[in-house]
């Protein structure tokens, strides 16, 4: 991570918090997976998309939140969310300069990080001491802290869930950590609602693009919000332009955005229960040996 491509330096020579995608890399964006290890697998059997990894002409782009389940009643369950880490660290290892992981606001273990009562970011700390040790546990949270913010290419912009309100530019967000208040924006923030007087608006996003000198209407992707609990992607999300919501811990359905031709498109996939039987062939996700993730 100390050495990820397509992230220029920020002040103090750490990997800055955006990354810069070549325009020839297909997306497969995928958003909130949230430890549905299935979901992850199901993508990648999907279209191609692993072949694409593997030739060198597509990447993986998650959007944040990979881990700690948000199911009532596997809240504190922390097995798959090991399993999901552990299969992105694979992933990361064969195709470093192909698959990439936005930071969430679930990717931590902050006592802010919590669901219906329970501190899941302090449980899966506990869980990484107690399952791995001392030493990897830490090694994940400095993993956390090297994650990127933002994603841009030559037609689309990606975070895990908000554009900055505040304004901003392409040098704040490479030097990101001098900006707490805008790392706060982009993986906490939410469309305004009646409930939420200070969520992003439309004039938000058109000021996104243009900090970023991406042209008027540039796809903006986000994951974070659940509209409803029937969709696993929303185009035009709040009746805005070019704004799009992915979501991918629902088990009926997982969605991506990708490139066919010159265009984003959304592609969903029905849910399957693919890991037992990758188990049962054998093939399921390594355990790291050593401590470091």
């Keep these: ?17 955006l990354l810069s995608l070549p325009g020839r890399l297909t997306p497969i964006m995928v958003g909130d997976l949230h430890a549905r290890v299935d979901n992850l697998l199901v993508l990648l059997s999907q279209n191609g998309f692993l072949d ?37 660290f694979r992933l990361k290892v064969t195709f470093p300069d192909r698959v990439f992981y936005l930071r969430g606001n679930h990717d931590s273990f902050s006592a802010d990080v919590a669901k219906s009562g329970i501190p899941q970011g302090l449980l899966w700390a506990r869980a990484l001491r107690e399952g791995r040790g ?29 554009p900055a309100r505040s304004k901003i530019t392409r040098d704040m967000l ?44 540039t796809p903006v992707i986000v994951g974070h919000t659940l509209l409803d609990h029937i969709n696993t992607f929303w185009l035009d999300a709040g009746g805005f332009h070019g704004h799009h919501i992915l979501y991918g811990s ?41 401590d470091d993730p």
């Design 250 to 290: 629902l088990p009926e359905w997982i969605a991506t955005l990708t490139r066919i031709g010159d265009h984003l498109v959304p592609l969903s996939y029905p849910g399957e229960s693919l890991l037992p039987l990758i188990n049962a062939m054998g093939e399921g996700p390594d355990v790291p040996e050593s």
């Design 134 to 162: 001392k030493a990897y546990a830490a090694a994940m949270g400095q993993f956390y802290e090297q994650f990127p913010y933002v994603a841009v290419s030559s037609d689309f912009v990606a975070c895990h869930a908000a």
């Design 174 to 217: 490479v030097d990101i950590c001098r900006y707490p208040g805008l790392i706060v924006e982009l993986i906490s923030n939410r469309m305004r609602r009646p409930n939420r007087p200070a969520g992003y608006t439309n004039g938000d996003l058109k000021r996104f693009r243009k900090a970023l000198d991406l042209p008027p209407g």
């Design 1 to 17: 991570m100390k050495k990820e491509p397509y992230r220029a330096p920020d002040s103090k020579g750490r990997p800055g918090g």
């Design 52 to 88: 694409g990894l593997e030739r060198g002409s597509a990447a993986l782009l998650i959007l944040g939140d990979a881990v700690l389940p948000n199911t009532e009643g596997e809240l504190e369950d922390m097995e798959g969310s090991f399993l999901m880490m552990d299969l992105i």
